[in-house]
């Protein structure tokens, strides 16, 4: 009876050793970051701090911003960004592609917050970020709003 109980202890013990117990570590800052998820939560983060130089650090000389309103290059589109004040924002349905050097990043997210047209929409927006890795580091070339998401 009592190898049975030893026996049934060391399994516990080793079933509950291979759970991981460590908690989520958010991202803070671009350097933290290793994947286009980390990529783009560092991106909002940064936006929402308005750290403009880690944020203009990290869009193309090329970037491209689409809207339903229409294609933006990279200094209107940064001048935009740097209007924004966002509040809080969450992220969900989070997909990433890796090919190579490029990550293809698409997601809902709603943002908490106001532009100089007033308060920013409250309904989950599809958005699109084309990450890639260049000489110093990973940048954004290209940001898409597609637009509200549509309820099935």
Sequence with gaps: MR???????????MIFSA????????????SQA??????ERA????IQAQDWKDVGAHLSSNFVYVTPSGRWERSRAF???QSLRIQDFSISDLSTEMNRDTFVVTYN????GT???G????VPERRMTVWQQQNKGWIAIAHSVLGPVQQQ
Excluded: M, N
């Design 3 to 13: 190898p049975i109980r030893t026996c049934l202890l060391l399994a516990t013990l």
């Design 19 to 30: 759970c991981t117990v460590y908690p989520d570590h958010p991202i803070k800052a671009f």
């Design 34 to 39: 290793t994947g286009g998820e980390g990529f």
């Design 43 to 46: 991106f909002w983060k940064e």
């Design 79 to 81: 001048e935009h960004i």
């Design 109 to 112: 997210i709603i943002l908490r």
């Design 115 to 117: 532009s100089p047209a």
């Design 119 to 122: 308060p920013l929409p409250t």
